[in-house]
T-cell receptor
Framework: QKEVEQNSGPLSVPEGAIASLNCTYS??????FFWYRQYSGKSPELIMF????GDKEDGRFTAQLNKASQYVSLLIRDSQPSDSATYLC???????????FGKGTHLIIQP | DGGITQSPKYLFRKEGQNVTLSCEQN?????MYWYRQDPGQGLRLIYY???????QKGDIAEGYSVSREKKESFPLTVTSAQKNPTAFYLC????????????FGQGTRLTVV
């Protein structure tokens, strides 16, 4: 069974610092990985996706993928209070047959 | 504006009743999905459809039914056979590629009273 594991947190980070969010996945056939941000009571919104080993940067966000270790991470630089949310990691097997989600990490940015 | 519209935002159901949640998209996406989210949990896949008039069960399909008569529409019916239907239901759509990110509607919060 495909599984995506995340530490539920809460992860507390001071404003302006780097927040580091991690997830691991069980299915070696997973090809693409996604980070979603979800505010309380709202639907998830896509932050980044990655499918090649290494780093991918977009503004303050960097996604990292290590397929050998089955490990995905998201770094948020210069953290802002508005970054406080639950971050969901998801994997895709390569077809349009749905994403497998982790339970999410609750991130709190302390002003 | 392109997007995914779910309705209603809040829905209350009496035990033993069937209810239908609406999902419409104008993104011209072929694939559509229904997920369920419980408090403190990730999203779990109920059903998905990659083409009109075809759909597949996800991980937790029991007690649910869907139809895909139009590319734009993918309604979900929560039947009386679903023993614990109170949850946040999310509809999503994507294009048909291996790196296709899913875009979500605003969700429907269903409560059994």
């Amino acid at each position: 069974q495909k599984e995506v594991e995340q530490n539920s947190g809460p992860l507390s980070v001071p404003e302006g610092a780097i927040a580091s969010l991690n997830c691991t996945y069980s299915d070696r056939g997973s090809q693409s990985f996604f980070w979603y941000r979800q505010y309380s009571g709202k639907s998830p919104e896509l932050i980044m996706f990655i499918y090649s080993n290494g780093d991918k940067e977009d503004g303050r966000f960097t996604a990292q993928l290590n397929k050998a270790s089955q490990y995905v991470s998201l770094l948020i630089r210069d953290s802002q209070p508005s970054d406080s949310a639950t971050y969901l990691c998801a994997s895709s097997g390569g077809g349009a047959d749905g994403l497998t989600f982790g339970k999410g990490t609750h991130l709190i940015i302390q002003p | 504006d392109g997007g995914i519209t779910q309705s209603p935002k809040y829905l209350f159901r009496k035990e033993g009743q069937n209810v239908t949640l609406s999902c419409e998209q104008n993104l011209n996406h072929d694939a559509m999905y229904w997920y369920r989210q419980d408090p403190g949990q990730g999203l779990r896949l109920i059903y998905y459809s990659q083409i009109v008039n075809d759909f597949q069960k996800g991980d937790i399909a029991e007690g649910y039914s869907v139809s895909r008569e139009k590319k734009e529409s993918f309604p979900l019916t929560v039947t009386s056979a679903q023993k614990n239907p109170t949850a946040f239901y999310l509809c999503a759509s994507s294009i048909m590629t291996s790196a296709a990110e899913a875009f979500f509607g605003q969700g429907t919060r269903l409560t059994v009273v």
